[in-house]
């Protein structure tokens, strides 16, 4: 026979989250940010777009850059691309 238990958890100051919710709410402000753009990327992607390989070695690429690059590998019937 057992004897069934219960586990209560307590953590310090979660009761604030509401209270934050709330003030962040009233005080804060929705901002929306504009998509990033690349428009040489884009261009040079657009004109190489139909080649097997295109290089983009030099080209000082960002993160939000390589989003770009993965959106049109996404988008591409081609089915190997390489770079570098």
């Known amino acids: 026979f057992r004897i069934p238990t219960r586990t209560e958890y307590h953590l310090e100051g979660l009761d604030q989250f509401q209270i934050l919710k709330q003030k962040i709410e009233q005080y804060g402000r929705y901002v929306e940010i504009p998509p990033y753009h690349n428009l040489e ?44």
């Open 41 to 84: 990327l884009e261009q040079f992607i657009s004109e190489n777009r139909t080649k097997q390989k295109f290089d983009l070695t030099g080209r000082n690429l960002t993160d939000l850059d390589m989003k770009i690059v993965a959106d049109v590998l996404k988008e591409s019937t081609v089915s190997k691309h390489c770079f570098g």
